[in-house]
């Protein structure tokens, strides 16, 4: 099966990146036939730095390979160099009515946080529809608040092959549990990086500073080092982190901390973080020496991507009847 998916190069990455995108990206390109992208034409949808988005770009690609992708099977590529994406986005908004794009709730809560909103942070489904679109995707890995901009996806492509014949592939979201990371400073909001850093431990962080984070995580009332998100919402939170790194279940977390104070929990949880990202900290150290290797990767995944988009776009073109030069 084909899996298509991308994320926006916004800063460094988190364990929430990771747990809830990467990790499972890496699983995935052991058996199906993966793209995976720099979603950096949607990072232009909200306020950027040219300078800063162009380092961040690279900075991305490095990552993604420091990470554990391998460019052996995947293809990886920066989505503004397939000119495709953009040309497929516009005919797809042509075709849907605007209200299916007011209706999306990420665009909703992304306009209050913004002065003026811009037409692209409202066309940003279109975009996402031609990302999967384009590559006749059969599954896209993304987190629950991107659950109705697929579901969307999926409309566009019904009603496209309805209109005007079989040309899409109606892809399927695919959910990582991983992506339900939550804030250390605030367990009921999602990890981010857009807040403030204390929320969140990046992929590549110093050793001092994820044990100090990780200490001043928030936690519960209570001693006890139980699983259950409504009632202890910070303490479930890092029992899920622990879980998911260490590769043990939830119970088996318990059990292990049974009759521990959830200072020991967190010294437990911050030493296995500082082993497992020490790994990623000096692979990427390594990748961001070979410049030439990172270059020619992205040259190969780019003609790969390049060519089934072509591909694509000329059938989308003949059943539209923007082909009349053939």
Avoid at 71 to 87: A, C, D, M
Avoid at 149 to 165: C, P, S, V, W, Y
Avoid at 218 to 238: F, R
Avoid at 279 to 284: D, M, V
């Amino acid at each position: 099966m084909r899996v298509v998916s991308g994320i926006r190069p916004s800063g460094d990455l988190h364990i929430g990146n990771y747990l809830g995108a990467i990790k499972q990206w890496i699983e995935l390109q052991e058996k199906h036939e993966c793209f995976f992208f720099v979603a950096d034409l949607h990072a232009i949808t909200t306020p950027f730095d040219p300078k800063i988005l162009k380092k961040e770009i690279q900075d991305t690609i490095i990552s993604y390979l420091a990470l554990g992708l391998n460019p052996e099977k995947v293809t990886l590529f920066v989505q503004s160099q397939i000119s495709e994406h953009t040309e497929l986005a516009w005919i797809l908004g042509c075709l849907t009515p605007l209200g299916e794009l007011k209706r999306m709730t990420q665009f909703k809560e992304k306009a209050k946080e913004q002065k003026e909103v811009k037409a692209g942070l409202l066309n940003y489904p279109l975009l996402m529809a031609a990302d999967i679109l384009l590559y006749q995707a059969d599954l896209v890995p993304v987190g629950k608040d991107q659950v109705q901009h697929i579901e969307l996806t999926r409309d566009i492509a019904k009603m496209f092959n309805k209109k005007f014949g079989e040309t899409f592939v109606i892809p399927r979201a695919l959910l990582s549990e991983g992506e339900k990371i939550m804030s250390l400073q605030n367990p009921k909001k999602k990890m981010s990086k857009s807040g403030d850093e204390r929320e969140c431990i990046f992929l590549f962080e110093e050793p001092e500073k994820i044990l100090e984070k990780v200490k001043k995580a928030v936690t519960d009332s209570g001693k006890e080092i139980k699983y259950d998100p409504k009632k202890k919402p910070g303490i479930s939170n890092l029992i899920k982190i622990y879980s998911l790194f260490s590769g043990k279940d939830k119970k088996e977390v318990e059990k292990e901390f049974k009759g521990k104070t959830y200072y020991e929990f967190k010294l437990k949880l911050a030493k296995l973080l500082i082993e497992k990202l020490s790994h990623f900290r000096k692979k990427k150290e390594e990748f961001s020496k070979r410049e030439i290797f990172v270059k020619e990767i992205l040259e190969k995944g780019t003609k790969k991507a390049k060519e089934i988009a072509q591909k694509t776009m000329e059938e989308v073109k003949q059943k539209i009847g923007l082909n009349f030069l053939k």
